[in-house]
Nanobody, 122 residues
Framework: VQLQASGGGLVQAGGSLRLSCAAS????????MGWFRQAPGKEREFVGG????????YYTDSVKGRFTISRDNAKNTVWLQMNSLNAEDTAVYYC????????????????WGQGTQVTVSS
């Protein structure tokens, strides 16, 4: 599966962004999708995941209630809606595909997008 993330940018604290991840190459619905982020000097961090059907989602505690993951398998796309952004959300955001479920470690994901920069100004 090839993944292409987009939608990053510069936003003020309290604002919103929606990231997109377009997939191609294999049956998209066969994969659970995850979003990760990596800030400068830090390890890649799990943000949230969504099941292949889109019926289940899970998030890391720091984004619960602010971020929402959704997908449209007909469009081979997964989204990360980010609201109430703060400076701690500044990072490069990556989408990834996995066959495992409730996977939070980067090594559990088989395919990765190239990343999109999100910068939140305070």
């Amino acid at each position: 599966v090839q993944l292409q993330a987009s939608g990053g940018g510069l936003v003020q604290a309290g604002g919103s962004l929606r990231l997109s991840c377009a997939a191609s190459g294999r049956t998209f619905s066969n994969y659970n999708m995850g979003w990760f982020r990596q800030a400068p000097g830090k390890e890649r961090e799990f943000v949230g995941g969504i099941s292949g059907s889109g019926g289940s989602t899970y998030y890391t505690d720091s984004v619960k209630g602010r971020f929402t993951i959704s997908r449209d398998n007909a469009k081979n796309t997964v989204w990360l809606q980010m609201n109430s952004l703060n400076a701690e959300d500044t990072a490069v955001y990556y989408c990834a595909a996995a066959t495992c479920w409730v996977c939070r470690l980067p090594g559990e994901y088989n395919y990765w997008g190239q990343g999109t920069q999100v910068t939140v100004s305070s």
